[in-house]
Structure formats: structure tokens, C-alpha cells
């Protein structure tokens, strides 16, 4: 089985920056790809960043040039640099591990955009 656990969420003010963070544990394949989402109120949950092993990079349009996703595969870490932040990435971000064609999601951490 595997685990994740996202911290780093809070409340910040329009154009500040956030950090999240995702610890994954159990039984990690060294082939995976980590990714962050996010689902508002009242939305479908959507992709907001994904990187592979290999350090390969994809970004929702509407995250691009703010956003930067990063892991330390030694750790089985991924983080999420949030910068510019609006008052619409206000949502609740996830991070999901996929691997030999499963899935796995963490619990979320809320993310308020807010003057």
C-alpha cells in the first residue's frame, strides 16, 4: 500500500505565496509520476501540476508561470511552489501518486486565497 500525506495548506492574501508538501510512503516503485490537484467548491477536482521520475514537467494552462512542482525521488517528496496566488486557486489540493497502473490520493489540505 502506499500513503501521502499533503501539509503546507493555510490562508493566504491575493499575490502572496504558498509551499505544499506530499510525503509518500509504503510501497513506492522507483517509476512513478506525482502530481498535485485540486477541486473547488462546487467544481470537478482538476490537474494542477504532474512530474515523472525523470523530471518531467506538466502544468495546467491557468497555473503556468506561477506555479513550479518539484520531488526529491531520494525522499519520496513532492512539493508545490505556489506563486502569485489568486483568489480562484482557492480550493482544496491533492496529491496523488500513480504507479503500476493505480492510483493513490492524499487526504488534501485546504488552500484559501483571501484579503
Known amino acids: 500500500q502506499v500513503q501521502l500525506v499533503e501539509s503546507g495548506g493555510g490562508l493566504v492574501q491575493p499575490g502572496g505565496s504558498l509551499r505544499l508538501s506530499c510525503a509518500a510512503s509504503g510501497n513506492i516503485f522507483s517509476n512513478n509520476v506525482l502530481g498535485w490537484y485540486r477541486q473547488a467548491p462546487g467544481k470537478q477536482r482538476e490537474l494542477v501540476a504532474t512530474?515523472?521520475?525523470?523530471?518531467?514537467?506538466n502544468y495546467a494552462d491557468s497555473v503556468k508561470g506561477r506555479f513550479t512542482v518539484s520531488r526529491d525521488n531520494a525522499k519520496n517528496t513532492v512539493s508545490l511552489q505556489m506563486n502569485s496566488l489568486k483568489t480562484e486557486d482557492t480550493a482544496v489540493y491533492y496529491c496523488k501518486l500513480r504507479q503500476a497502473l493505480r492510483e493513490y490520493w492524499g487526504q488534501g489540505t485546504p488552500v484559501t486565497v483571501s484579503s
Open positions: 512530474i515523472t521520475a525523470g523530471g518531467v514537467r
